[in-house]
């Protein structure tokens, strides 16, 4: 009897957690977030890049629970203002994962500034430690640019202010199953998808 591979992913972020667990799951897999693993500290992600945050979160996890490992590390990039939040994107407004406080600053940042100069994009980064310690990372970008006001009650994040010109709406605004197979996580996890799958179906 064959047993589903196991994979702690590397967050307690429940809506992170849930939009992971769609996007793989057409995998034979067993995820697991650190909701169930009390006793493992979180990773200080200090990092400059998405690469290097997600890879710390990843390794961190892996040397604790010794058992594969998901991490990532995704954040929303404007070309106004040099590419912020950035990595700080979680704690933009300084109070971390707090969704509400982070548009209101964004938004405020950019009062007044014209749509053609409104660009920006999601990015992210996964990472997967196998039990052995291999490391497969990749990276996922989607374009856009932000509203002038939060639009939509879906999704999560900065999702109610990333409008999507090609879908004519924010993310907010769309369907979950449209949203996770073409978002920037859905793009990063494509990339290991296969190697996932292989690693599935080891004996």
């Known amino acids: 009897m064959s047993t589903r591979l ?4 590397a967050t307690r972020n429940r809506d992170k957690f849930r939009e992971i667990r769609d996007i793989l799951k057409d995998l034979p897999l067993e995820l697991v977030s650190l909701e169930d693993f009390p006793d493992v500290i979180s990773a200080e992600e200090d990092g400059s890049t998405f690469e290097e945050n997600a890879l710390k979160k990843a390794l961190h996890v892996w040397r604790q629970t010794g058992k594969a490992t998901l991490a990532d590390d995704s954040g929303l990039e404007i070309d106004v203002l040099d590419g912020q939040p950035g990595v700080r994107s979680a704690r933009y407004a300084g109070s971390e994962h707090d969704y509400e406080k982070n548009n209101a600053k964004v938004l405020d940042l950019l009062r007044g500034v014209p749509k053609e100069k409104r660009k920006a994009r999601f990015v992210c980064v996964a990472v997967l430690v196998t039990p052995a310690g291999k490391i497969v990372m990749n990276r996922g970008e989607v374009e856009g640019e932000i509203a002038e ?7 999560f994040g900065y999702d109610p202010i990333f409008f999507l010109p090609r879908y004519g709406k ?5 369907d979950e199953a449209t949203k996770n197979k073409m978002s ?7 990339g290991i998808k296969n190697f996932i799958r292989g690693l599935a179906s080891a004996p």
């Open 170 to 174: 924010t993310v907010a605004e769309l």
């Open 6 to 9: 196991e994979i702690v992913v």
């Open 184 to 190: 920037h996580r859905a793009r990063a996890l494509e």
């Open 149 to 155: 006001e939060p639009r939509g009650a879906g999704g």
